[in-house]
């Protein structure tokens, strides 16, 4: 990063036409597989968007193979609850891929209420030579069959296909902010504003709560849920966040119900600090586990912070994100971007962070040299192998050419969305209905 940040590029860019854009097409959530030869991107719209990876060019070594569409779908439709008089929105919340386990793969994308299970395969040959069936599959009159033959597969053109396995329904009141799959690839936990529970991917008329926060009384509710997710490697350690900054680590071995925490994070507040806004701006939005499951990252409006899940008291770093917004929340009130919820992300070594910002602007932070970079996700550069610029906001002091003023930033463009390939460097980022890809380019380790 720093002076490395230039050999950044844009791979690829699946962009539609900027003039048509309408509320369906804007993507709302990203996720690579585990082995990050697939992306899946999921939009307002119910669909989902799958692209593969083209095998890597031997002509071109540097090349690392390109994103290209491979399957889309619609996942959900929109719906109506009679007895709320509430519509549901198709919109999809989350996507999280299950460890391929044979030739198909398989994942679970969820909106407010429902969650799906989807199977990809792929077909390239077909059988021929039927003894009953002519060729448009029409069962033949028996008595004109005089003889048998034997039924040969034939190569096709590639075909997939994409089919329901499972729906999980009836088991969120509230809104669905989060999907995790356990590390032992049977069960996973879908969490809304007030519960969490537990499922087993093969059952899908019942699942467990294992967390329930909602009072008796609603009038005592003081906070919800905003995110949670598995540990990498304990299938019995979880972890959520709430709307007061706090993260809560759970062992299912200790209690059925897991209204006890394991461990509580949280990191007390400055009185001096305090304003009207304190309250919404420590509100997590996401928390992710690092890959070596020793550390948790988790994303609030202005910051975010690396914890230790070792030390409780205070996060073990914290990197600020847009703190010259600090300034602005009054108006970011006003218009309802300080209810944005920013997503982050760490690299596959767990020593670089990044998340999202306003103006199509996405931040990385390096945890070994402390050196961070602002870029952004424009059209201007969509061209392929185009190399990024590092971006700077002018805040005071001496102003660059190329500086842009806090006022001119568009709030209307903002990065909620990003994922991190699971071991090379190189990262998708959602900017309203466009999804960036970009690559290191030497894809080496960033330091």
């Given at each position: 990063?720093?002076?490395?940040?230039?050999?950044?590029?844009?791979?690829?860019?699946?962009?539609?036409?900027?003039?048509?854009?309408?509320?369906?097409?804007?993507?709302?959530?990203?996720?690579?597989?585990?082995?990050?030869?697939?992306?899946?991107?999921?939009?307002?719209?119910?669909?989902?968007?799958?692209?593969?990876?083209?095998?890597?060019?031997?002509?071109?070594?540097?090349?690392?193979?390109?994103?290209?569409?491979?399957?889309?779908?619609?996942?959900?439709?929109?719906?109506?609850?009679?007895?709320?008089?509430?519509?549901?929105?198709?919109?999809?919340?989350?996507?999280?891929?299950?460890?391929?386990?044979?030739?198909?793969?398989?994942?679970?994308?969820?909106?407010?209420?429902?969650?799906?299970?989807?199977?990809?395969?792929?077909?390239?040959?077909?059988?021929?030579?039927?003894?009953?069936?002519?060729?448009?599959?029409?069962?033949?009159?028996?008595?004109?069959?005089?003889?048998?033959?034997?039924?040969?597969?034939?190569?096709?053109?590639?075909?997939?296909?994409?089919?329901?396995?499972?729906?999980?329904?009836?088991?969120?009141?509230?809104?669905?902010?989060?999907?995790?799959?356990?590390?032992?690839?049977?069960?996973?936990?879908?969490?809304?504003?007030?519960?969490?529970?537990?499922?087993?991917?093969?059952?899908?008329?019942?699942?467990?709560?294992?967390?329930?926060?909602?009072?008796?009384?609603?009038?005592?509710?003081?906070?919800?849920?905003?995110?949670?997710?598995?540990?990498?490697?304990?299938?019995?350690?979880?972890?959520?966040?709430?709307?007061?900054?706090?993260?809560?680590?759970?062992?299912?071995?200790?209690?059925?119900?897991?209204?006890?925490?394991?461990?509580?994070?949280?990191?007390?507040?400055?009185?001096?600090?305090?304003?009207?806004?304190?309250?919404?701006?420590?509100?997590?939005?996401?928390?992710k586990f690092s890959h070596s499951g020793r550390y948790m990252l988790a994303r609030d409006y202005l910051t975010v912070k690396v914890w230790d899940l070792n030390m409780e008291t205070k996060p073990i770093e914290i990197y600020q994100v847009h703190d010259y917004l600090r300034n602005k929340l009054c108006s970011l009130y006003e218009n309802d971007c300080i209810f944005d919820k920013f997503e982050c992300a760490w690299?596959?070594?767990?020593?670089?962070?990044?998340?999202?910002?306003?103006?199509?602007?996405?931040?990385?932070?390096?945890?070994?040299?402390?050196?961070?970079?602002?870029?952004?996700?424009?059209?201007?550069?969509?061209?392929?192998?185009?190399?990024?610029?590092?971006?700077?906001?002018?805040?005071?002091?001496?102003?660059?050419?190329?500086?842009?003023?806090?006022?001119?930033?568009?709030?209307?463009?903002?990065?909620?969305?990003?994922?991190?390939?699971?071991?090379?460097?190189?990262?998708?980022?959602?900017?309203?209905?466009?999804?960036?890809i970009f690559q290191d380019k030497m894809n080496s380790e960033i330091h």
């Amino acid at each position: 990063m720093g002076e490395d940040t230039d050999t950044r590029k844009i791979n690829h860019g699946f962009l539609r036409d900027h003039n048509y854009v309408t509320e369906a097409d804007v993507i709302s959530t990203v996720e690579f597989n585990h082995t990050g030869e697939l992306l899946a991107t999921g939009d307002k719209g119910g669909r989902v968007v799958i692209f593969q990876r083209e095998p890597e060019s031997k002509n071109e070594s540097y090349s690392q193979g390109e994103y290209n569409v491979y399957s889309t779908f619609q996942s959900h439709e929109p719906e109506f609850d009679y007895l709320k008089s509430l519509e549901i929105e198709e919109k999809i919340n989350k996507i999280k891929w299950l460890p391929q386990q044979n030739a198909a793969h398989s994942l679970l994308s969820t909106n407010d209420k429902t969650i799906k299970l989807w199977k990809i395969t792929e077909r390239d040959k077909k059988p021929e030579g039927y003894n009953l069936k002519d060729e448009e599959g029409k069962l033949k009159d028996i008595s004109t069959v005089t003889s048998l033959q034997v039924p040969v597969l034939k190569p096709m053109d590639l075909m997939v296909e994409v089919s329901p396995r499972r729906i999980f329904s009836n088991g969120h009141t509230y809104h669905v902010n989060s999907i995790s799959v356990n590390s032992d690839y049977e069960t996973y936990m879908s969490a809304d504003d007030l519960r969490i529970n537990l499922w087993h991917l093969a059952i899908t008329d019942r699942s467990f709560n294992i967390v329930d926060i909602k009072p008796d009384n609603m009038e005592d509710l003081t906070e919800v849920i905003t995110s949670s997710e598995f540990h990498p490697h304990h299938c019995n350690l979880f972890v959520y966040s709430n709307s007061k900054g706090s993260l809560r680590l759970c062992d299912m071995r200790a209690s059925a119900l897991c209204d006890k925490h394991f461990k509580l994070f949280e990191e007390p507040e400055d009185p001096s600090s305090r304003s009207f806004f304190s309250e919404i701006i420590s509100s997590v939005s996401d928390v992710k586990f690092s890959h070596s499951g020793r550390y948790m990252l988790a994303r609030d409006y202005l910051t975010v912070k690396v914890w230790d899940l070792n030390m409780e008291t205070k996060p073990i770093e914290i990197y600020q994100v847009h703190d010259y917004l600090r300034n602005k929340l009054c108006s970011l009130y006003e218009n309802d971007c300080i209810f944005d919820k920013f997503e982050c992300a760490w690299n596959g070594t767990d020593s670089v962070i990044m998340t999202g910002a306003y103006n199509n602007f996405f931040r990385m932070f390096d945890r070994n040299s402390k050196r961070d970079v602002t870029l952004e996700a424009s059209r201007d550069n969509r061209k392929p192998r185009a190399i990024l610029k590092p971006r700077r906001v002018f805040i005071g002091g001496k102003r660059r050419r190329d500086d842009i003023s806090v006022d001119s930033l568009d709030f209307t463009r903002k990065i909620l969305h990003t994922a991190w390939h699971p071991t090379e460097n190189i990262i998708a980022i959602a900017a309203t209905n466009n999804l960036y890809i970009f690559q290191d380019k030497m894809n080496s380790e960033i330091h």
